[in-house]
């Protein structure tokens, strides 16, 4: 049961602190992870930081083990945990920035406007049971 690799991403504001974002994806993705940090206009031509935590297998599945047992509890009832993995076989989260920078791992809801957004490689092959193998991930304590 593994996971192939892990990004978080955060698109970060002129107004936000940089600094303590980076310094909360370093905590949250472990320290051998890599922090890629690009400026760059968005859309709408206000300037944005984009920081991105590269994570390998053993980063990420220490990233996913940091989340809340309430997000664990949410992630494990009914099917959210299939609604979540696409057909590359790709396991996506969100998570709330706000509570990242206090140190806490909570899933964010649709209504969130500023998000870590999480996406993670399910290591699977043919015949495997994948929502199972994510499940075991999380699990974990």
């Known amino acids: 049961m593994s996971l192939h690799r892990g990004v978080w991403e955060v698109y970060a504001s002129a107004l936000d602190n940089v600094e303590l974002i980076t ?6 993705s472990g320290e051998n992870s890599q922090i890629d940090i690009k400026k760059e206009k968005s ?3 206000s ?3 984009i920081i991105t935590s590269n994570m390998n297998s053993k980063n990420a599945k220490l990233s996913l083990n940091r989340i809340s047992d309430e997000s664990k509890s949410l992630l494990l009832r009914d099917n959210e945990i299939e609604r979540r993995i696409d057909e590359e076989k790709y396991f996506h989260i969100r998570i709330k920035l706000s509570d990242l920078v206090m140190g806490m791992v909570n899933l964010s809801d649709s ?3 500023v998000i870590v957004k999480g996406k993670f490689k399910i290591e699977a092959y043919p015949g495997d049971d994948i929502v199972s193998k994510i499940s075991e991930i999380i699990a974990r304590k």
């Not at 310094?23 to 949250?28: A, F, G, Q, R």
């Open 23 to 28: 310094d909360s994806l370093k905590w949250l």
């Open 43 to 45: 859309v709408f031509g």
């Open 47 to 49: 300037l944005q930081t």
């Open 111 to 113: 209504n969130e406007d």
